[in-house]
Nanobody, 116 residues
Framework: QVQLVESGGGLVQAGGSLRLSCAAS????????MGWYRQAPGKQRELVAT?????????VDSVKGRFIVSRDNAKNTVTVYLQMNSLKPDDTAVYHC????????WGQGTQVTVSS
């Protein structure tokens, strides 16, 4: 059984920071690439950061230098973090985590709202 639970979102002023967490339950996550996605109102879901099981990371240009993705691999639960610094109003969205290749059922996500 697989489950994704995101947390850590909130309301923050521009320039502030938040740390998102994603608890990914199920053995499928341990050796696969995980990603953080976001979806703003009226926009398509966007992949913003990925992390391989080896720790290799990738970021979309708009968050490079501001966001840091990390992961903690346990046997049956992988925790993926997204440290978000220097937040901008354009970062406002619902943030989700999931597999990059062959996503499973989406969790509820966590709302991030950045005020100007």
């Amino acid at each position: 059984q697989v489950q994704l639970v995101e947390s850590g979102g909130g309301l923050v002023q521009a320039g502030g920071s938040l740390r998102l967490s994603c608890a990914a339950s199920g053995s499928i996550f341990r050796f696969n690439t995980m990603g953080w996605y976001r979806q703003a109102p009226g926009k398509q879901r966007e992949l913003v950061a990925t992390i391989q099981s080896s720790g290799t990371t990738w970021y979309v240009d708009s968050v490079k230098g501001r966001f840091i993705v990390s992961r903690d691999n346990a046997k049956n639960t992988v925790t993926v973090y997204l440290q978000m610094n220097s937040l901008k109003p354009d970062d406002t969205a619902v943030y989700h985590c999931n597999l990059v290749y062959g996503p499973v059922a989406w969790g509820q996500g966590t709302q991030v709202t950045v005020s100007s």
